[in-house]
């Protein structure tokens, strides 16, 4: 078979059918800030470093996909929120909810702001246009977020919301309702727009539904948001991109997402080897309904390992998965800084020696 | 009296289990206003504390439970201002980045078990950890990393700890989402830890050592 692009590879993947090989599918900012080699103070405000250092990213390590991003925070300034930038890290200098002292009045006062109104919301917008006109034929283009709930936790402190969701269900979930949905459509939605066309893949972030985060009681009522805030961006795109899960968490509750969930979804992502769901089980269970990415362990075998533990984590994925299910060698979250380069050159060489079909 | 502690008490764990955070801050005070020895508070506080671990352990709690215990547990711990002898001192902080969920829990659960400790917060970086260390020479340093991007700050914290012979009176005890104890061999730190619970049994270990001169 004809080598395909990423990008074909990919979309040939979702689609059910076998490309010229399993998809690779990894991306991380602190890899691509190193490509671009600036400090993160230079890359966070420069669209033409950002999408240089991703566009050296994928050609360089071999990924089928592109993520373009520097961090979660700059479509959360127009609510207030200030972040501290180190020279690698972005990162927000205090929650919006009090650390010490929880009080409900937070979430009734929330105000709606325009996610796209910050000052870095248009380098981010400038810098996925670079990278679609340059290599959009070439790789796939995956951009999305997080739904309502998680927005709302990260806007508030994760652990503020998860607290306040048990101290004052009404205040949260009303936040939710009135501010967090339409803010976070219109974010993701927003975010979208620079592909154009070209835009292959909406990753949906699931970190509100890990067995450990979820309080057992309103596990429903928080999936029934996302699920709304998916539909409402799949309307706003307005042809059907398909949709990944993102699962980074140890206890991703893979059971309940796909039940919940159902035909939204198009591919299940998730940390394995990593996290406490076997590859194993994902394949037997979700391989006839889902396509399935992960095995790639990005926090000790990638990070740590040697080239020949690498080589035989690809072996070892492609043994469960690759001919049981429309599968792509994927990590469970973004590279770490620190990823020895022989090990990236490792995956692309044992994704090509296992992974042809 | 005692039937009126046992009230007071009885009132505190009413709204500690129910999540009424104002009413359980309200029911403290008033326990502590009508007399109640702080050291029952105290403990009837870290007993509620635990049983919330205990059911987060079975299933029924999420940590969302947790971080609300955690919060009313920590509310009135610093109301009731109890003066327990320590059984050693540890310092603590999430290296790089703002998570702290994890890190907050085991601060409460080592200061449940006996520790003082010392919280240097989030977004730690190494040289606050020397500074801190010099300052409060603790007997255990715990540095967690919740993200990829903040692994390489423990080995470097480490190192300076080390570079300045700080790490010769001490012992540092890693963990976070992303650590291994692969990652902790490494690095050479003195312990690791995949969760909580486990981190307050590692801080133990290391605090027996080091008084063992080990």
Excluded at chain 1, 24 to 52: R, Y
Excluded at chain 1, 88 to 105: E, F, Q, S
Excluded at chain 1, 201 to 208: E, L
Excluded at chain 2, 124 to 150: G, H, N, T, W, Y
Aim: glycine share 8%; proline share 5%; charged share 25%.
């Amino acid at each position: 078979m004809a080598e395909m692009t990423g990008k074909e590879r990919f979309l040939c993947n979702l689609r059910g059918e076998k490309p010229d090989k399993v998809p690779l599918l990894h991306w991380s900012v602190d890899l691509a800030l190193a490509q671009s080699g600036v400090s993160m103070h230079q890359f966070a405000f420069d669209p033409e470093k950002i999408a240089l250092g991703h566009i050296r990213y994928v050609q360089n390590y071999k990924a089928d996909v592109c993520v373009v991003n520097t961090d979660l925070w700059w479509a959360f300034e127009p609510f207030g929120v200030e972040v501290y930038i180190t020279d690698n890290l972005i990162y927000p200098k205090k929650t919006v909810a009090d650390r010490r002292r929880p009080d409900p009045k937070v979430y009734e006062e929330l105000e709606y702001r325009d996610p796209f109104s910050g000052r870095r919301a248009e380098v981010l917008r400038k810098a996925a246009a670079i990278v679609s006109d340059e290599i959009g034929d070439k790789v796939a283009f995956r951009q999305g977020g997080y739904g309502p709930v998680s927005n709302l936790a990260l806007l508030m402190g994760v652990k503020e919301a998860l607290r306040d969701l048990i101290l004052f269900p009404e205040a949260v979930f009303g936040a939710i309702k009135r501010v967090m949905m339409d803010w976070t459509v219109d974010f993701i939605a927003g975010s979208l727009e620079p592909w154009k066309d070209r835009l292959t893949n909406i990753n949906w972030g699931f970190a509100s539904l890990d067995r450990d985060l979820a309080p057992p009681e309103y596990k429903e009522e928080i999936a029934r948001l996302e699920l709304e805030a998916l539909w409402r961006v799949k309307e706003r795109v307005g042809r059907d991109v398909p949709v990944t899960t993102h699962f980074c968490g140890p206890r991703p509750d893979l059971d309940f997402v796909t039940h919940t969930f159902g035909d939204a979804l198009d591919e299940l992502q998730f940390w394995w080897p990593g996290s406490e769901y076997s590859l194993e089980d994902a394949v037997s269970k979700f391989g006839d309904r889902y396509a399935i990415a992960a095995g790639i362990d990005h926090t000790r075998t990638l990070l740590l390992g040697s080239p020949d533990e690498v080589d035989a984590m690809v072996k070892a994925s492609m043994e469960i998965a690759k001919d049981k299910c429309s599968f792509a060698l994927s990590s469970g979250c973004e590279l770490g800084i620190g990823t020895p380069e022989a090990n990236l050159v490792a995956l692309a060489d044992a994704r090509d020696k296992y992974g042809t079909y | 009296m005692k039937e009126d502690i046992e009230q007071h008490l009885g009132a505190i764990a009413a709204s500690f289990l129910a999540f009424k955070y104002f009413e359980a801050e309200a029911a403290i005070k008033r326990a502590l206003e009508a007399g109640v020895p702080r050291e029952e508070v105290t403990k009837a506080l870290m007993t509620l504390f635990l049983d919330a671990l205990d059911r987060y352990d079975a299933g029924k709690y999420s940590i969302a439970h947790l971080t609300a215990a955690a919060t009313i547990f920590e509310t009135g711990f610093e109301l009731t201002n109890a003066e327990v002898p320590p059984k050693g001192k540890v310092v603590i902080g999430t290296l790089g980045s703002s998570h702290y969920l994890g890190k907050d829990i085991i601060r409460l659960l080592l200061m449940a078990d006996g520790f003082e400790v010392v919280d240097l917060g989030e977004i730690v970086f190494p040289d606050q950890v020397v500074e801190a260390v010099e300052r409060e020479k603790p007997d255990i340093v715990a540095l967690a990393s919740m993200i990829i991007a903040c692994l390489p700050l423990q080995q470097m914290t480490i190192g300076a700890l080390q570079a300045t012979g700080l790490k010769d009176s001490l012992k540092v005890l890693i963990g976070g989402a992303v650590t291994s104890e692969r990652w902790a061999q490494v690095i050479e730190a003195d312990g690791w830890a995949p969760n909580a619970p486990q981190a307050v049994e590692e801080a133990n270990r290391l605090l027996r050592q080091l008084k063992e001169g080990v």
